[in-house]
């Protein structure tokens, strides 16, 4: 088997780095060693930013019609590549490949959003804003942005960002996961293959030491981040530190609320596909169900526990079983298959019943594979570790209220406000649920309460430190300043 060696790409020529070693990047699903990727060092970092810095100024003078074509070349070269694409995305992160084209189709999603640029980036004018005043406001682009991307969605999380920043006359980074820096490589393959000029998008690969360059270097002007609540901290302290714009979206412990007149069968399915997927390690996956009233406890904790056991778990280029649409494939690692068990022994050890156990899982072929099963556990109190922690992985805990209150304050409890959704028939519940829950994105009767792109994607409380949020069109404010003209012209002597 070849051992693809990632490089770096900048100034629009892929570059073996200058590096300070270099990582494995192994197939969680078999544990074999599938590529290497550099550790880049910070002069390597500084040289894409330089890149990014000087292609600014003629891109930002590029009329924004002409921008965005770029972007429709890609979007064509992504299509036909698609399954390319999606199999080297299951190869190297391990969810399901009907999951991986499902992220291929987000990408789509923005990139079309931001060929709308010619529209999304207009300006205002007011005539008359006093005597013989006009009033305007132009959104310019303000330089170099960067992303720092996270190892569970390497295909769709940049393209939150990237096709809105260059649309919009910026220039970019991304910094790729070094868990799963393939996926970008590949994408970058097609990017170099547009009319995109030299230096607008560069690929940099390596570990926290480029991250750290970047929100250090004065030349980049914003940063965004998918990541842990302890590390978009740190990332929004430095970058309020050095004056540059970020978003950094951070950890979440999503809720599913069953209300007694929800439907049974249909929410079923929608659990399993919400808690399930990606093996949990999506921000937006479920990890907490809140039953409401005795009757739909003891439904929810029968019934989802029976569902449970029916999920599928393989390796998910398994020709036998890939097209199947609920696989669950391995987590990403040994260190995260190790916190999750930690955390299941922490269940336990606090008193809740384990209802059903995914350790110990074994797949001929994949014994060295990352993998842990379905989870359960029922007698779940608030303020648990295992209610309150974000596991990032396929472990569930059911939780039992009196009442819709009930239910809206245990989610308002906790600090993370990514998402949250009801299940339910009754219009009032529903309102009452989007009004009072402090969540950025709700569903209703929907599992996974993911926005299209057309609209934005963002939580609240821990789970976001941004004043904007991803994608659609709220971030033309991100990556434009507003720049507000008073103007007024006298006649002309005669």
Known sequence: MSINTVKNYINGRWVTPENDGYLDIENPSTGQIIGKVPLSTPDETNRAINAAAEAFNAWSQTPVGRRVQPLFQLDALLRENEEKIARTLVEEMGKSLPDARAEMKRIFENIEVACNMPVLQQGDKLIGASFGIDGEVIRLPIGVFAMIAPFNFPAMVPFWFLPYAIATGNTYIVKASEQVPLTMQ????????TDLPKGVFNLVNGDKVVGQTIIENPLVKGVSLVGSTRTCKIVSEKCAQNQKRYQTMGSAKNHLVAMPDAKVDDMLRNMITSCYGCAGQRCMAASAIVAVGNDMYKTICDKFVEASKDVLVANPLDPKVADESMLMGPVISA??????????????????????????IVLPGCENGYFIGPTVFTDV???????????????????????????IQIINNLEYGNGASIYTQ???????????????????????????????FGGMKASLFADIKAQGKAIINFFTEDKIITERFWPESS
């Open 426 to 456: 009754n219009g009032y519940y529903a309102r009452k649920f989007k009004l009072e829950t402090e969540c950025g994105m709700i569903g209703i009767n929907v599992g996974i309460p993911a926005p299209v792109a057309y609209l934005p």
């Open 381 to 407: 109190s608030p303020g648990m570790e295992i209610h309150s922690t974000e596991i990032f992985g396929p472990v569930v805990v059911i939780l039992k209220a009196g009442s819709l209150d009930e239910a």
């Open 186 to 193: 590949l994408i970058t393959e097609y990017i170099n293959q």
């Open 335 to 360: 260190k995260s298959k190790q916190f999750i068990l930690d955390m299941i022994e922490t269940g336990i050890a606090e008193g809740a019943t384990l209802a059903l156990d995914g350790r110990g």
